[in-house]
T-cell receptor
Framework: DVKVTQSSRYLVKRTGEKVFLECVQDMDHENMFWYRQDPGLGLRLIYFSYDVKMKEKGDIPEGYSVSREKKERFSLILESASTNQTSMYLC???????????FGQGTRLTVV | GQNIDQPTEMTATEGAIVQINCTYQTSGFNGLFWYQQHAGEAPTFLSYNVLDGLEEKGRFSSFLSRSKGYSYLLLKELQMKDSASYLCAVSLNTGGFKTIFGAGTRLFVKA
């Protein structure tokens, strides 16, 4: 059974903290993605990576960075968490551009 | 700019047929995905259309018209478990591997 695993289902962090969200996939996929999902806005792409150590900005990269040191792991970093980053964060991976994406269960982050 | 529109909510009756529409305006188009997302769960893949026409997969079918920037997802013989959000997503060919999503349509199936 293919799997994308996110390290936490729920997180509560304080404003200004540095936050790490981890994602691991076991399908040997080249591409990995980080989205945030907010009511009425759908999924918005933060960053994606098509190879180890490669990253591309998505539509809303401000306030975020990413790291991909190994093929199976893609980390999202909130450099200094703010309340407007309270959201559901979804990690996904796929084999290629026009193939289905497999999603993790999501991390609901609350910044207080 | 990139834009994908879908209705916010729909309600249908168990056993009936429902059509969820999606219109898109994007710079660059590779194909269109539909995903299903139950509350509190991850989205799961339903269908992918790259050519015009209808793709049928069991109770679910998806249609694409590239010239009109239009797609729909057709769900037949509705079951209570079909209550979920349905996400329309477009794969872009503007460089990179971007897929953009609509806001989703929440479908409520009533008995």
């Amino acid at each position: 059974d293919v799997k994308v695993t996110q390290s936490s289902r729920y997180l509560v962090k304080r404003t200004g903290e540095k936050v790490f969200l981890e994602c691991v996939q076991d399908m040997d996929h080249e591409n990995m993605f980080w989205y945030r999902q907010d009511p009425g806005l759908g999924l918005r792409l933060i960053y994606f990576s098509y190879d180890v150590k490669m990253k591309e900005k998505g539509d809303i990269p401000e306030g975020y960075s990413v790291s991909r040191e190994k093929k199976e792991r893609f980390s999202l970093i909130l450099e200094s968490a703010s309340t407007n980053q309270t959201s559901m964060y979804l990690c996904a991976s796929n084999e290629g551009q026009n193939t289905e994406a497999f999603f993790g269960q999501g991390t609901r982050l609350t910044v207080v | 700019g990139q834009n994908i529109d879908q209705p916010t909510e729909m309600t249908a009756t168990e056993g009936a047929i429902v059509q969820i529409n999606c219109t898109y305006q994007t710079s660059g188009f590779n194909g269109l995905f539909w995903y299903q997302q139950h509350a509190g769960e991850a989205p799961t893949f339903l269908s992918y259309n790259v050519l015009d026409g209808l793709e049928e997969k069991g109770r679910f079918s998806s249609f694409l018209s590239r010239s009109k920037g239009y797609s729909y997802l057709l769900l037949k013989e509705l079951q209570m478990k079909d209550s979920a959000s349905y996400l329309c997503a477009v794969s872009l060919n503007t460089g990179g591997f971007k897929t953009i999503f609509g806001a989703g349509t929440r479908l409520f199936v009533k008995a």
